[in-house]
């Protein structure tokens, strides 16, 4: 029996025009994302949304708009399942109370479970900003639409 995985991720644009990236490692393996990740039973997507910004940001989000949801087949790395990601544009309730950082995986401390954030610009973003393929198309459909000028100048709380 093949399962589907559903993801959902916010996109979280300052007033600068940069995008909130999360930069992680999980025992050893490193990975840049968007803030977010899976879905649990029962939950719909923007309350999955709010709860993993709650976990990985402590930040309380408005979900905005959809964006974007895969639209080509995606097989998980860990197991048999077929991953299905949504994003969504998403503002912060209040100002985000975390450490920037300038580099890639920038770690504060060690152990087997680490996260750091840093902002990219939007124009600037390439592949290697994120690590997942729908990721990277996300990043290309958000260059896209900041070139076309079609993204809201909302998003940051101020």
Not at 42 to 54: N, Q
Not at 88 to 103: G, M
Not at 114 to 136: M, N, V
Request: glycine content about 8%.
């Amino acid at each position: 029996m093949y399962l589907f995985n559903v993801r959902v991720y916010g996109l979280l644009i300052n007033r600068f025009n940069q995008v909130l990236i999360s930069d992680e490692e999980e025992y050893g393996v490193r990975f840049s994302k968007f803030p977010g990740g899976g879905l649990e039973y029962g939950e719909g997507l923007a309350d999955g949304l709010k709860r993993e910004f709650m976990e990985e940001c402590q930040a309380d989000i408005e979900v905005l708009r959809h964006f974007y949801t895969t639209d080509f087949f995606v097989k998980s790395a860990f197991n048999e399942s077929q991953i299905i990601s949504v994003y969504y544009l998403v503002r912060p309730l209040h100002e985000l109370n975390l450490n920037f950082k300038d580099k890639i995986f920038d770690f504060d401390g060690t152990g087997d479970i680490l996260q750091a954030f840093r902002w990219r610009p939007i124009p600037e973003l390439c592949g290697d900003d994120a690590t997942f393929p729908t990721d990277q198309r996300v990043i290309e459909l958000l260059q896209e639409s900041f070139n076309l000028g079609s993204l809201p100048n909302y998003i940051d709380h101020e």
